[in-house]
C-alpha cells in the first residue's frame, strides 16, 4: 500500500509536520511518498532522507534562521539563503533525489517566469532551499538558469504529484488564517504576509477534501511565521492534532 503524506508551508509552524510524523509512526502508519511545499519541503527532505523524527526536530533547533552570518550582499533579500547549504549537507551529504528512501516531490515558483516547479530528480538540497525562500527576506535560489522562491507562493498544499501514485492521502495543513482588525497590520511586511497567507489559504482549503486523512492543529496562529519560540509548542500541537484525527478514523491504517 502507498500512502502519500502532503505537508503544507507555514514557516516555524511547519515543526508541527515533525509531530505528526512521530504520531503517524507510533500508529503503525509510514508514508510511501512525500509532498512538501516550504516549511514542509524541508520537514519533508529530511525525512525522506531517513532522519528520525528527533533528529529533524533539532535540525530546527539548531539551524538559526536569522543570523548576522546569513545576511545577504547585494541580492534581492535579507537572508542569503545559499548560506544554508552546508547546513543541509550535514544531513543528505550526498546530495541528490535518488538516494533519499522515500519517493519525494519538492515545489518551488520559478520567479522569472512565474510558473510552478515540482522536483523530483537531479540535486536535491537548491531545490529545497528555493522551495523555503519566502519573497522579500529570503533570497532567490538559483537551479540551473532560472532562479526560484517559495513553493507556497503558488502551491502551498501539494497534492497534486502524489494522487496518481498513492492508494490514500494524509495531508497536513499548519498554515492556518488568523483573524485579525486593520490595526493589527501596523507594517508594510504585515500586509504582504497577510495578502500572501490569503491567498495560500484559499487555494488549499478547496484541496482538502481529497485527503483521505487531514490533520490541522489547533492553535498554531499564534506562533509567527518566522519566530524561534514555541518549537517544542508547536510540536506537540502537531502530534496531538495527529493523534486526534487518528482517533475520529481508526480504520485509516487498515486500508
Known amino acids: 500500500m502507498t500512502i502519500g503524506l502532503v505537508l503544507s508551508g507555514g514557516g516555524v509552524r511547519g515543526v508541527a509536520h515533525i509531530g505528526a510524523i512521530k504520531a503517524l509512526e507510533e500508529n503503525g502508519i509510514f508514508p510511501t511518498h512525500v509532498s512538501g511545499t516550504s516549511a514542509g519541503a ?17 535540525f530546527f533547533k539548531s539551524i538559526p534562521l536569522f543570523h548576522a552570518k546569513k545576511y545577504a550582499l547585494g541580492k534581492p533579500g535579507f537572508i542569503d539563503t545559499e548560506k544554508f547549504y552546508s547546513d543541509f549537507k550535514r544531513f543528505v551529504p550526498e546530495d541528490d533525489f535518488k538516494v533519499l528512501k522515500k519517493h519525494l516531490f519538492v515545489t518551488a515558483t520559478n520567479v522569472e517566469k512565474g510558473t510552478l516547479h515540482i522536483f523530483d530528480s537531479g540535486p536535491l538540497i537548491h531545490p529545497v532551499l528555493a522551495s523555503a525562500s519566502f519573497p522579500g527576506v529570503f533570497t532567490p535560489v538559483q537551479i540551473g538558469k532560472s ?11 501539494p497534492i497534486e504529484p502524489l494522487k496518481p501514485l498513492c492508494d ?28 500572501y497567507k490569503i491567498k495560500a489559504a484559499s487555494e488549499s482549503i478547496q484541496k482538502f477534501p481529497e485527503c483521505d ?10 506562533f509567527g511565521t518566522f519566530s524561534r519560540y514555541g518549537i517544542d509548542a508547536i510540536f506537540e500541537l502537531g502530534y ?16
Open 147 to 157: 532562479y526560484y522562491v517559495d513553493g507556497g507562493v503558488l502551491n502551498n498544499f
Open 42 to 58: 524541508i520537514v519533508g527532505a529530511l525525512y525522506a532522507a531517513g532522519a528520525e523524527w528527533s533528529e529533524i526536530l533539532n
Open 213 to 222: 486523512l487531514l490533520i490541522q492543529p489547533d492553535g498554531l496562529t499564534k
Open 168 to 195: 490514500s492521502l494524509i495531508g497536513v495543513y499548519v498554515n492556518p488564517l488568523q483573524k485579525l482588525k486593520i490595526a493589527d497590520l501596523k507594517h508594510s511586511y504585515n500586509v504582504m504576509e497577510r495578502a
Open 240 to 255: 496531538a492534532a495527529t493523534k486526534k484525527a487518528l482517533e475520529s478514523n481508526p480504520h485509516f491504517h487498515q486500508r
